[in-house]
């Protein structure tokens, strides 16, 4: 399945960015849950566009309406469908697209795979917009993991290469980051960057060894988000530079409970959470989208072709790209939450699952520390 | 499934590295096909232990015997399973170790997640071990892509944060990064490094959108192998310090082929193969089982507590992770290359393996050029 | 995931009976598709409620509305999502049933298993209305297969335990049937049946040994119909009061084609297709909602009660389910034709997917001659 | 993934007939738990070849040998891994079957499937031999099962039409179905026969609606079993000529819990557990290999041929199938019982793992009534 993800939760997207509408539909999202609709509606607009400088023009309300799953306002424990209607498209600006594919976008491929029938309006289905269905998946799931005291926050790192110096969210950018942005969108060009996602009160234990951890489910969900090149956990590739007795984190007792005294595998060990916060980063690659003038191929022709891509895109997608980082590392860890670990003592069946067990992190400090 | 991977090659490993045997289970895997069981050993020796200064002295054989899927050394189209019989352990050498948890291994997750069951000798199922059945079937996966001209292939960009010049194999490996190896090894400590992966001759469209790409499949596998703790695709995270203009693959015509002028994106745009080379990195930790004492604790006392990790290991795993690195590719590749895209046209349903078609990359130059 | 089946076609159901709508998404379906949309909407009407004298008088148009994956009437190789609306909805009648189950109903297993938190209006999600929504995926799995030469066909063998003598349709229903429905009625009760479906064009060869077969497959499926409580192929239950001799089928040669001169498997051999037609029939429990007075508890007083189950009910859901079964069946066979078999021949991969060989099967003659 | 079953708890077999040896995979079991391996014996003993006058002559000792998941006699939470050697094989006996396609068998597909490739001594993959590591898995999870009160125990209920009046265990048949036998094998025929598997102790809400219902998973498991072509739950078939008002189970009050008057649904209601026993009934085809002469075809002449199966045959299979019936169904019941069902409440998650919930059935008498 392309369009899915997940064990026990199981999210599937749907929708092109010009298609009457997109959505989700999210299977196995815990019973009798009575979403705070109004906190989610401003998860949502964290993501949306048109919100800043930095951001395309194109507005979308991104009000979800549920579908199924919703009774008198509290899960039911059936799927939950979400849609979002595509309002203000701009279908006419992408007809030239079909024949030329743009450089750094999947339109090439995509049109192989799809016998040339895909539909190239926005992206279709490989469009940043189909990131709107996943906040809602995520958002859900970010309300019930903070409930149970499991906190997923993700920041900018870094913008174009310069580091981004202070904790920022999502409503601000320090000011080199803003430089690099501003001179990108002037000369028609656009940059990339960090992110980092720290996940805090996860029990240790969650995961599996070998091809179930829980760095091979997140990084399997992250990367199916558009213009994601590179995914690390803790120290990740700095971690190659180091010798073992500098990336080993040692393991001590604090108020009578296993921590580690450093967190620089990012809380994970074998594919498994040791207590400690979860830190992964992830690498944003540059908008493709660009006003410049770029080389790329008539496909009916067969012959050389300049392309300007015009339309609403943004210089920089990273800051929109934050609460997408969120949405995603948190239904990949509610998901994990609802695994079990079954274990046999006493004459009798103990099926555990993390949900039941109490985070054990403690430190919140800088990773590789 | 934890021990799992694949969609439609789904490949099943099993074993501790103590434990009688570990092996593989390969279902999917094209029928008729006479696999070169002499080629099939000289790959696995490629990863063995004992074969190289920088390895650990645990000898095996690392022969693998093939219980079914061949029938008159021809497979025969249904699961094959292999096993390696575990010979050369010293299972003493690990008891002190349930009580007192390895800082940077897995011990102290897995023995939350199994209640104290888990099999402490060796690591058991999360031991590096686990690797040689991979190789089984991703050795035989090689053998089918180059058949088909498709060549999986990695290399050691760095140890210890020291760039490796020249593209090495197994064999060699330059003078610094020897150094490196000895250094660590003299002080009782260990280094990590970068490993490439470069696979020539995919055709594009291979993959999907979304959560059944390329990237997602391939990373989903490779945080399998122990100790990867990263994984990039083209530029990685490199791209996020670039500009569009200087990270987008421009298209070109040559020899009627579309191909990119440059290969920025390791031959994958959005989750999909785009007929150039594919190029993903991953970070190998330094071994975290080093001759150092390290600060641990007594799980028992629930106190401080001393640790020299005794026994045989490897002051760097990464030459031995190369052959590694290449069989769970080839996996996946295969895996991906068995999908097949379905069109309809001329009213009849055309269901197009990607196998079915041809690679068309050409440039197998640097990345990033 | 409880609510999708399928493996290279992936279909997803969602809603409940009184949700604002009900709807599915279609993953993996070929691209490139004219969906004949009103053939598609005269399909859907064959299930849909208030056409008949035996049907239940609630109303729906049963419009799907297409909200992705087509472009230009076309299908563009991405999830497909459509939805119908719920209109006539009361839900005012089922206040009663949260607190006193149905007896035949899922209604207390699902409130065990939600907490309580279930929609038990109309029955929620694991109402026969969720039918539509498969009927939606598989009338246009009906109009691809049609298009290849594949006919899947349905049709009551008995209603009430009376054997329905002639190759009936939707439309018709023969006398004893029509009284044994209209004396149900009449009594407040309510009668069963039995469903045959065959399919016709298929290629020898398709599924799979063991649990990948057509029968798992097919089954796994069938029993996702409302009210199903029995499937089998071929002579199925019959088979097993049969000597060997009378069940074997004996191949044959006919036009230079391997046929069996029998098809007493209905057209499958451990888990494959055999190239004759694919015959199989499913128990369909009577329905378990009827006007009598039946015995059931007050959850909330955990003491005996009495319960007339009042709404629009059908008393035979029968007819209404022969197009759900040829639904549910074409989707899977669509499923099923796009796995591919992959063999190794000359020196090369050759995936041969089931939809470019064409069907063998050649008598369509009564199962078990 | 053709060889394997199961969520949580994910069965892979291996293996063909005269390969080297079987094999069964478990991925998923509880760790900590001490297998009885006498009594796993013991039942393995219950399916072995040789032990009855009805059975085949060939003779294996069907013991298994535990590769992994097993340290100091403890299951240790990784993948279990257990083979059979194939010892007593003549694989002369077979070269004629790869011409001459076995009525009955599912040699033609096979052969189809694999362009030839297949395994054709002793029928391969697709013997039944198959089902003795499926009885290693299902033994195991019996006897998990047994220690937490859960029993699953299956019974003859008819063989070759002749119905089987007293609740028969493996060692003894009665007259009617032994002389049955007996006059088959004297024919050179074979005969089938109907098994019914009794699981109590079940607690309600198991399962889920639509697709990944118990239905569902266990009908997608036992057709995996060969010669399976039908299976019903509770009253099946015979529900289909019923009434409503003679069909449903009422619901009824007794020591404080809610049970069901009768258990014609078996205990089963859409997908998901009553806490009734869950009844369930397979048909087994007669044994298609048979000593009569019998039609079949040259696959290289492409011309009719006669064909008498030589080697050892069971003439009726059904006694030997009663304990793989009894794995398949724990196997699959374990696996629901580690699912868990996610609620919300009190500001919380409550991953409420079906395990921990203590069955409620009481009634075990005959079903129907």
């Known amino acids: 399945m392309s369009s899915s993800f997940g064990k026990n939760l199981v999210v599937t997207v749907f929708g092109e960015s010009h298609s009457a509408a997109i959505g989700v539909v999210i299977d196995g999202f815990p019973a009798g ?17 048109g919100r800043a400088a930095h951001a395309t023009a194109r507005r979308e ?26 309002g203000d498209t701009r279908s006419g600006d992408y007809a030239e697209l079909r024949d030329k594919p743009r450089p750094g976008h999947a339109d090439y491929p995509m049109a192989v795979r799809t016998g040339g029938a895909n539909d190239i309006r926005g992206g279709g289905h490989s469009s940043g917009r189909l990131t709107a269905p996943l906040c809602i998946a995520g958002g859900l799931c970010l309300q019930v993991l903070a409930a149970r005291g499991i906190f ?26 803003r430089a690099a942005i501003a001179a990108a969108r002037a000369a028609g060009d656009s940059v990339g ?19 179930g951890g829980m760095e091979n489910r997140l990084s399997e969900a992250l990367f199916g988000i558009p213009a994601v090149k590179g995914v690390e956990f803790g120290n990740g590739f700095a971690a190659a530079a180091l010798r073992g007795s500098a990336n080993n984190d040692a393991w001590i007792i604090e108020d009578g409970r296993v ?43 067969m012959e050389p072709a300049k392309l300007a891509v015009r339309g609403r895109h ?56």
Chains 1, 2, 3, 4 share one sequence.
């Not at 498994?272 to 944003?284: E, F, H, S, W, Y």
């Open 33 to 49: 849950f009575v979403p705070d609709l109004a906190a989610l509606q401003a998860f949502l607009d964290r993501r949306a566009p």
């Open 61 to 86: 309300a991104d009000a979800p309406e549920f579908l199924s799953g919703l009774c008198d306002g509290r899960t039911c424990g059936t799927p939950i469908a979400a849609i979002i209607r595509n």
């Open 152 to 177: 997923v926050r993700a920041r900018i790192c870094a913008i174009a290469g310069t580091l981004v110096g202070t904790d920022v969210d999502e409503a601000g950018l320090d000011e080199p980051a």
């Open 193 to 211: 960057g960090v992110i980092e996602c720290v996940a805090e009160g996860l029990p240790a234990g969650m995961g599996a060894p070998m091809f």
């Open 259 to 301: 921590l580690a005294k450093t967190n620089r595998h990012g809380g994970l060990l074998g594919g498994m959470t040791t207590g400690m916060p979860l830190v992964l980063r992830v690498a944003i690659k540059p908008t493709p989208s660009i006003a410049l003038e770029q080389d790329t191929v008539s496909l009916s022709a």
């Open 314 to 369: 943004d210089p920089c997608i990273v800051p929109r790209a934050v609460p997408v980082v969120e949405a995603v590392v948190a239904t990949v860890l509610l998901d994990a939450l609802l695994d079990a670990s079954a274990t046999f003592a006493d004459g009798d069946i103990h099926v555990r699952p993390f949900a039941t067990r109490r985070g054990a992190s403690c430190r919140t400090g800088p990773v590789g520390v």
